[in-house]
């Protein structure tokens, strides 16, 4: 009954069956733990922010670069305020504003960018209080470069003068003529007549959309999996179906099969024209020939 899986066809089936269900099983195996890894990412996320608040600051060479360990730690830096840039489009507790960003040029030569703090409103320079003149020492927590598009940061070019959409050294080198740190700082008391910026999670480290997306690919592997091995299952069924219906001699007609001599025809549809008269007159003539007795 089972003889025709030892077909080339059927090895061939066999094959891709036990190729693809380990494939489908590893993949939706990985893409789990890449959900299981952001969700811990999340976790660690929450308790580094709950523990910066508490912490001492730590001067910014200890901190850099920055990377998931270090962003959203409490930095402190020393040096002299200089170019101010507007980051407009910013939203804080859902009013819409912008950030007021300004370089501050530390001792050893290159500049960090501190955002100060918020207002609400278009973007407008003459808004925007001006830094405090003279050596400063500033204290937040540092924060990796953003990516234009990403996370709700604005792509868009072709701002005024004075403004960026982003606040990445790759966005500001430039507009200001100073080597750039790679990080910058939200301070953690907004300068006179701002709201400070609250500091945000490190970049994959949230339970964001790409989080979710792991968990739905994840479905999709393993439904892939069922799906073969329900499919195999259909396929044995109906060739098992088969081979049982050839034993017992039922076999799927072919058309026209069924249809015996003539069947198909009407009543004299298979003589000619005019055969039945002919024969008929051939008897008549024999009878007429026979002598009476």
């Known amino acids: ?3 025709f899986l030892l077909t080339p066809r059927w090895w061939g089936i066999n094959v891709f069956v036990l190729l693809a269900i380990p494939f489908c099983v590893f993949m939706g195996s990985w893409q789990l733990s890449r959900f299981e890894a952001r969700v811990d990412d999340h976790r660690s996320a929450k308790e580094l922010a709950e523990s910066a608040r508490t912490e001492a600051a730590r001067p910014l060479a200890e901190l850099l670069p920055v990377d998931k360990a270090t962003s959203g730690r409490r930095t402190t830096a020393t040096g002299h305020y200089g170019k101010q840039l507007l980051v407009p489009d910013r939203q804080l507790d859902g009013r819409d504003g912008y950030y007021v960003l300004t370089l501050l040029r530390t001792d050893g030569g290159k500049a960090l960018p501190v955002v100060r703090g918020w207002l609400p409103g278009s973007a407008d320079s003459a808004k925007a209080p001006k830094p405090p003149a003279g050596q400063v020492t500033v204290t937040g927590t540092l924060q990796a470069s953003e990516t234009p598009g990403d996370n709700g940061v604005s792509a868009q070019g072709g701002l005024p003068a004075g403004q960026t959409s982003a606040i990445s050294a790759a966005s500001l080198v430039n507009l200001v003529p100073y080597d750039l740190y790679d990080a910058w700082v939200t301070l953690d008391t907004a300068d006179s007549g701002m709201t400070a910026v609250p ?6 480290t949230g339970l964001d959309l790409k989080a979710f997306q792991n968990l ?3 479905g999709e592997w393993f439904v892939f999996a069922g799906f073969v091995v329900f499919m195999w299952f ?3 069924r109906r060739e098992v179906e088969f081979a049982r219906d050839a034993e017992l001699g039922i076999l799927p007609e072919e058309p026209g099969e069924s249809e015996g001599p ?4 009407g009543p004299g549809e298979s003589e000619e024209p005019g055969a039945g ?3 008929r007159h051939d008897r008549v003539q024999e009878d007429a020939s026979t002598p009476v007795r």
């Not at 500091?199 to 994959?204: E, G």
């Not at 003539?262 to 025809?265: N, R, V």
């Open 199 to 204: 500091a945000t999670a490190a970049a994959d």
């Open 277 to 279: 008269s002919t024969d």
């Open 216 to 218: 739905g690919y994840t």
């Open 262 to 265: 003539g069947e198909s025809e």
């Open 1 to 3: 009954m089972y003889r």
């Open 234 to 236: 259909r396929l044995l």
